[in-house]
């Protein structure tokens, strides 16, 4: 069953509360429980129409005080696929925790009021969708019941969402946009008998057909954790190497390079606890064990074929800076990329970039919290990262402050 993972981004009060209590209550995807607090709360409430806020409401309100929740994730199926939601908190001042819930999303569903229409968020989030390189965006054009399912108010938010859109270069994105009202269940799951006039598909059914697997093939990248040497009756000097293919597919049989060594060997088994298998995939974590005893420790990287973008020294970078204290250009961070990590140095900040006008980027001194900027980095060493446009799975890092340990931005390849 596929699993297709859901980020959910608006401004404050657009109703995405609403409208997952609506997609999991229409998609029989609720406990008894969970719908029996949902009548309760309605009564206690005196609504006429069910609250279905209530199912995500509680993790919001711990959240959004700063307690324990930064992005609430909600896990639900159906017959036929599977789903991971990350529900971003909507104001402005959250825009490092949208940027969190999206990093591993496929697919964003951004929500605009239909009596707001497009507003700077919208830029935000749609950039940040964007910028991550999702596979889809959704805008969900909601409240349209407040607006008499208005079908010039849908075309006139689809036409100013267009227009954003075009502000930028063509991308490998698709994006849909469909007139929802998530109180009333009017293109959740079921489509609207009170918007005849469209004609395109639900929500729900947009996320059934999505195929995030028709994908351009990636180079094989296996990013090194750890060095296994087992002795006993069992195993008699083994050695593997433990970690997970970042992208790409590797097969027994296969010749590899080791970075940065660039030593080769041939690939001669694939194992997960007892089970060995032909071929291992993105996503899998593994041991590889090779033909020849070569020296390999954490943080080196296997591949099929060199590329020299991986042994850079010297990097430019898009980054959202996620911390209070500013990025200037004597600041110096921990660069992580998986098991990776090395000392690197803001060499210059080339640009900030309004995603409200992302044509209209302006110079600065410093990166201020949930800005994005475009810089350049001077590492300690190579960390073997790819261009994020070429391999998103490869392509993206984090900034660490030496002194606080903080996490102080999240970085893309450019």
């Known amino acids: 069953m596929d699993l297709i993972r859901i980020n959910t981004a608006g401004s404050v009060d657009d109703g995405k509360s609403t409208l997952i209590g609506r997609f999991l209550y229409d998609s029989q995807a609720l406990t008894i429980e969970q719908e029996a607090l949902i009548e ?27 307690i324990t929740i930064d992005v609430a994730h909600i896990y639900f199926s159906t017959e036929s696929r599977k789903f991971i939601i990350a529900d971003s908190p909507g104001h402005v001042e959250y825009t490092r925790n949208m940027v969190t819930g999206a990093s591993n999303s496929e697919v964003s569903v951004i929500l605009i009021d239909s009596r707001k229409g ?14 991550l390189k999702l596979h889809t965006v959704v805008f969900c054009i909601n409240k349209m019941d407040l607006s008499d399912y208005s079908e010039d108010v849908f075309l006139n938010i689809a036409a100013d969402i267009d227009k954003m859109i075009a502000q930028f270069p063509p991308l490998a994105q698709q994006t849909q946009i469909i007139p929802i009202s ?31 697997r028709a994908v351009q093939p990636l180079g094989f990248r296996f990013d090194v954790q750890q060095v296994q040497h087992v002795q006993n009756t069992e195993f008699t000097d083994y050695r593997a190497y433990a970690g997970k293919v970042t992208s790409g597919t590797v097969k027994v049989g296969d010749e590899i390079l080791v970075i940065p060594s660039l030593q080769k060997s041939i690939v001669t088994e694939i ?10 995939t993105a996503g899998q974590s593994i041991q590889i064990r090779l033909r020849d005893n070569i020296d390999i420790s954490r943080g080196m990287v296997l591949v099929h074929e060199i590329s020299e973008h991986l042994l850079k020294r010297e990097i430019e970078a898009t ?5 209070e204290k ?15 990590s090395v000392v690197s140095k803001i060499q210059s900040i080339n640009a900030v970039i309004p995603p409200e006008k992302p044509l209209a980027p302006y110079q600065a001194s410093e990166l201020r919290l949930n800005d994005i900027g475009q810089i350049r980095l001077k590492l300690g060493g190579p960390v073997f990262l790819d261009v994020f446009e070429d391999n998103r799975q490869n392509g993206a890092f984090i900034l660490i402050d030496t002194q606080t340990n903080n996490t102080v931005a999240v970085g893309f390849v450019a």
């Open 40 to 66: 309760k709360k309605t009564k206690e409430k005196g609504l006429e129409d069910l609250d279905f806020s209530v199912i995500t409401d509680g993790l919001i309100a711990e959240r959004e005080q700063g």
């Open 118 to 131: 497009v507003l700077e968020q919208t830029h935000r989030h749609y950039f940040i969708s964007r910028l």
């Open 182 to 212: 998530s109180l009333k269940g009017d293109n959740i799951v079921l489509a609207s008998e009170n918007m005849d006039w469209y004609k395109g598909a639900t929500l729900s059914g947009i996320l059934h057909t999505i195929d995030t």
């Open 271 to 280: 194992r997960k606890f007892k089970t060995t298998f032909d071929t291992a």
């Open 319 to 323: 980054v959202v800076w996620m911390d």
């Open 326 to 340: 500013p990025a200037t250009t004597s600041g110096k961070y921990m660069l992580e990329a998986g098991s990776r």
